[in-house]
Nanobody
Framework: QVQLVESGGGLVQTGGSLRLSCAGS????????MRWYRQAPGKQRELVAS???????DYGDSVKGRFTISRDSAKNTVTLQMNSLKPGDTAVYYC??????????????WGQGTQVTVSS
């Protein structure tokens, strides 16, 4: 019913910046909460940032002051701007949407993940 496609990952040096984007397609009527998670090898998946329908935002302690989450509802897109990147930010990043579908139900969907690697 709904597909999420991520883009913007890659290799960057310490102190650099990347901008991740996740675009939804399919039977999306409107969003509820939208989130970014990440998972490094050997570690559990952790919440990076979230944004609500009312544009309230929240961030994990390790990225506060460096990352910014935003959304464009008209384009069914959520973005994560990452600045001052550190080697500890190296992980696979996943977007996660809560959406109302055309069938009238509230559903949760995950993107496929995009690799971010920060060299030391």
């Amino acid at each position: 019913q709904v597909q999420l496609v991520e883009s913007g990952g890659g290799l960057v040096q310490t102190g650099g910046s990347l901008r991740l984007s996740c675009a939804g397609s399919g039977s999306i009527v409107r969003f509820n909460n939208m989130r970014w998670y990440r998972q490094a090898p050997g570690k559990q998946r952790e919440l990076v940032a979230s944004i609500t329908r009312g544009d309230s935002t929240d961030y994990g302690d390790s990225v506060k002051g460096r990352f910014t989450i935003s959304r464009d509802s008209a384009k069914n897109t959520v973005t994560l701007q990452m600045n001052s990147l550190k080697p500890g930010d190296t992980a696979v990043y996943y977007c996660n949407f809560d959406v109302y579908t055309a069938s009238g139900s509230l559903r949760n969907y995950w993107g496929q993940g995009t690799q971010v690697t920060v060299s030391s």
